[in-house]
Structure formats: structure tokens, C-alpha cells
């Protein structure tokens, strides 16, 4: 069974620019969740989505958005890049939502910096 | 105070000895806890999960659950020198859905 497959793998972008990521769940899954990754801050929560529908947010300025298509598949974007955005974007498959024992499998991830 | 909070490390443990990682948390409504590894440059690897108090054991890793004491462990018996990463101890609410709330993470060495 494939994993969590994330593209592209790593993203060089200048200030101001904007960015999407993509994400494709584990087969069957129907929940996406990102994260963000840096040395300061560690791994923080952006957002959950399933069924295309954003179940839960993080603390991140709106320039932060998503969507999940039909099939699952999510992507993130991040308009107005800021050095700080600087970071690697997890995202984590899981077979559905709402219920606090979901185990969550992550993709390898998109390493994005910002010039 | 962090939500989730561990320590950072590094800890070193000898080859075939067991590594005991910590963690503990604020909120005493958290439901599910979560121990991920994550070698340097690569993605989080789930390891175990558990919900109840007591120990659930998979293998060389058992995980610790206190919910009275809010602390969770990870321990590893006979640790490898592969299992040199950063574990991470992640924390589910109860009330906000899927969402993870992650500690710093233990960086371990397992020296041969």
C-alpha cells in the first residue's frame, strides 16, 4: 500500500511570491492534516480536512489556506511569502475524522524556503 | 507552560540498554498520545499510540500512560544504535478533532 505522497518535495521561492503544495492520502484515507516544521517552533498544526470540508484550524495568518478535492487529495497554499515561512510542510493521512484516536501517517514532506 | 512538553536532550544510552523518554502535558481533557520518530532530514514515523493508563507494549518500545499525573513515556529496551533520532510525543485534545499537539522532541543517541 503506498504512503503519503507529497509534491514537490522542496520549493525555492522569493518574498511576496505565493506557493501551493500537494498532498495524496494513504488509499482509503479521507483525512488530511497539515503541519508545519521548523527548529523554533517545532511541529504546529495548520489545518484538518475531510470529506472537503475544514474541520480545524491552527493559529496561522490567513495567507495560510487549503482545500481537499473529491478524492481526498488536499493542497495548502501560502500567498505573500514571508522569510519566516521558511520551513518543511508535513502532511498526515488518517482514515477519518472527528475522533481523537486517529493515528496519523505522514508524507515525506515539502521543504519550502523563501529568499 | 507548553502544552506538551519534553525534554530536549540529548540523551545517550549505551548499546542493549533501555532508553526512557518523557513527556507530560497540561490539558487533563486529553484523550489519545502518540509517539512518533523522526530521523534527521526525513518526515515523523508513528511508533505507537495509546489512550488508556497502564503500559501497551509493541515489540522493544512500551509506552506509559498517567493520565492522574499527565505524563506519558516511551521506553526502549535493547536500543540499537538505530534508534538514534528525535522522538516525538504528540497529544490529542479530545475536543478539537485530529488536531496534534507536539512537544519539542528527545533527541537520543544510542551509542554502540
Known amino acids: 500500500k503506498a504512503g503519503v505522497t507529497q509534491t514537490p518535495r522542496y520549493l525555492i521561492k522569493t518574498r511576496g511570491q505565493q506557493v501551493t503544495l500537494s498532498c495524496s492520502p494513504i488509499s482509503g484515507h479521507r483525512s488530511v492534516s497539515w503541519y508545519q516544521q521548523t527548529p523554533g517552533q517545532g511541529l504546529q498544526f495548520l489545518f484538518e480536512y475531510f470529506s472537503e470540508t475544514q474541520r480545524n484550524k491552527g493559529n496561522f495568518p490567513g495567507r495560510f489556506s487549503g482545500r481537499q478535492f473529491s478524492n481526498s487529495r488536499s493542497e495548502m497554499n501560502v500567498s505573500t511569502l514571508e522569510l519566516g515561512d521558511s520551513a518543511l510542510y508535513l502532511c498526515?493521512?488518517?482514515?477519518?475524522?472527528?475522533?481523537?484516536?486517529?493515528?496519523?501517517?505522514f508524507g515525506p514532506g515539502t521543504r519550502l524556503t523563501v529568499l | 507552560q507548553k502544552e506538551v512538553e519534553q525534554n530536549s536532550g540529548p540523551l545517550s544510552v549505551p548499546e542493549g540498554a533501555i532508553a526512557s523518554l518523557n513527556c507530560t502535558y497540561s490539558d487533563r481533557g486529553s484523550q489519545s498520545f502518540f509517539w512518533y520518530r523522526q530521523y534527521s532530514g526525513k518526515s515523523p514515523e508513528l511508533i505507537m499510540f495509546i489512550y488508556s493508563n497502564g503500559d501497551k507494549e509493541d515489540g522493544r518500545f512500551t509506552a506509559q500512560l498517567n493520565k492522574a499525573s499527565q505524563y506519558v513515556s516511551l521506553l526502549i529496551r535493547d536500543s540499537q544504535p538505530s534508534d538514534s533520532a528525535t522522538y516525538l510525543c504528540?497529544?490529542?485534545?479530545?475536543?478539537?478533532?485530529?488536531?496534534?499537539?507536539f512537544g519539542q522532541g528527545t533527541e537520543l543517541s544510542v551509542k554502540p
Open positions: 504528540a497529544v490529542n485534545m479530545g475536543n478539537q478533532g485530529g488536531k496534534l499537539i
Open positions: 498526515a493521512s488518517s482514515l477519518t475524522a472527528g475522533l481523537t484516536y486517529n493515528e496519523q501517517f
